[in-house]
């Protein structure tokens, strides 16, 4: 993050200080300033992320409720299952959809 500007800025205010340089202090606290910019926009990138992932579920959620719970791919009748419980026809035939 910023720790690293953080510090080095506080060096160089402290060595403007110590030694009556007003350049090396103004350098100093911009430093400063950066370092804690760097770290409110790694913050930020955090909170956006939380976010992006939060829309992303209420998005799966929303979807769901549009299916009416539904996975996608299933019918609402249960028509075009794989297995019907080996009903038979009329004809005697077993009605099965994995009949040719």
Same mark, same amino acid.
């Given at each position: 993050m910023?720790?690293?500007?953080?510090?080095?800025?506080?060096v160089k205010q402290a060595a403007g200080d110590l030694t009556g340089d007003e350049r090396l202090r103004e350098e100093?606290?911009?430093?400063?300033?950066?370092?804690d910019a760097k770290e409110q926009?790694?913050?930020?990138?955090l909170?956006?992320?939380k976010e992006r992932e939060n829309?992303?579920?209420?998005?799966?959620?929303?979807a769901r409720l549009e299916t009416g719970g539904r996975s996608e791919?299933?019918?609402a009748d249960g028509a075009g299952r794989a297995d019907r419980g &080996? #009903? $038979? *026809? %009329?004809? &005697? #035939? $077993? *009605? %099965?959809?994995?009949?040719?």
């Open positions: 910023g720790i690293t500007d953080k510090i080095t800025g506080r100093g606290l911009t430093e400063e300033r950066k370092g926009a790694a913050k930020a990138d909170r956006a992320e829309a992303d579920q209420l998005r799966r959620e929303a791919g299933s019918d &080996g #009903q $038979t *026809d %009329r004809g &005697g #035939q $077993t *009605d %099965r959809a994995d009949r040719i």
